[in-house]
């Protein structure tokens, strides 16, 4: 693994694995060039190799990512940036694929890329040192890894619309408010929050997760009737586990599942 990309694994007490992942570029505010973009894309597949149940994405030092590298894209041709975006949205693609989820633990600035990061994750925690936005239209392109689509499926299309025309930053109460990020936390309790959320998930039935999240993410851009057959689907799917048969027979014997 490359030393812009960290990768822990620790487990919880019944022994599932929680993988952190961290973008280690603190000198550059973890600006995304090609090669953590590339780490970010090997570290999933080595969380998932690891057989993690839940993934934490953050960043070393003040930022949580500050946005796609600057200086990498300043000369790129016409093509070479759209491969760029591309090479991004693969890795966004990527982590919503995942079979286990990703909760993004926002530690300071989550611009531009690193706004679009954090929506490519299942949800978000925010530090109150947080600051958001995507500010590219103040460098004369737009969000290119995904942030015009999923900011406003996140926030609803007025507020991307706001948010990607002016370029402004906003705080973590205000990225709170409007449902950009789930709960915020200080700094210093926020890696807990979000081990304690992942420790919650962990204690599920794995196989249901990895339905939901794929029920919800597929479920999201089809209408209602389309989106809950995928459901009905997916809920018999459930049933084809002894998961299913393990989590409602501990319920019926009053005693806690044991999904491992
Ligand atoms: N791309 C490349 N380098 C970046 C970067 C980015 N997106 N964001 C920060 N950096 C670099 C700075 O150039 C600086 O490098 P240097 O020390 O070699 O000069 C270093 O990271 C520290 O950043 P600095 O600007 O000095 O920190 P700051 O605390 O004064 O300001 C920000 C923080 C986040 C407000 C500011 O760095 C910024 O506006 N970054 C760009 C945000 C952006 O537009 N992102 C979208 C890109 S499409």
């Avoid at 694995?17 to 970010?40: C, F, H, W, Y």
Wanted: contains cysteine; hydrophobic residues 45%.
């Amino acid at each position: 693994m490359s030393d812009v990309i960290l990768v822990e694994h620790a487990k919880t007490d019944a022994g599932a694995v929680i993988s952190t992942v961290t973008v280690n570029r603190p000198d550059k505010l973890n600006a995304l060039n090609r090669a953590v973009l590339e780490g970010m894309e090997q570290a999933l597949g080595e969380v998932r190799d690891a057989g993690a149940r839940c993934m934490i994405l953050t960043g070393a030092g003040k930022a949580f990512v500050a946005g796609a590298d600057i200086a990498a894209m300043q000369s790129m041709s016409p093509d070479e940036a759209r491969g760029f975006a591309e090479l991004g949205h693969r890795v966004g693609h990527a982590m919503e694929a995942q079979p286990y989820p990703i909760i993004a633990a926002i530690n300071g600035f989550a611009l531009g890329g690193g706004c679009e990061l954090a929506m490519a994750c299942d949800f978000a925690f925010a530090s109150t040192k947080a600051k958001l936005g995507q500010p590219e239209t103040k460098l004369g392109v737009i969000p290119g890894f995904g942030g015009t689509q999923r900011l406003l499926r996140r926030v609803g299309v007025a507020m991307a619309r706001e948010l990607v025309y002016t370029g402004k930053m906003i705080d973590a109460a205000e990225a709170l408010r409007i449902g950009l990020v789930n709960s915020v936390h200080e700094p210093d309790a926020l890696m807990g929050a979000a081990r304690a959320s992942a420790e919650m998930i962990c204690a599920n039935g794995p196989w249901s997760i990895e339905l939901a999240k794929k029920v919800i993410l597929k479920g999201r851009d089809k209408g209602l009737s389309d989106a809950n057959r995928l459901e009905a689907i997916a809920f018999g799917r459930c049933f084809e586990s002894p998961q299913q048969k393990e989590g409602m027979q501990a319920f019926l014997e009053k005693r806690p599942a044991k999904f491992d």
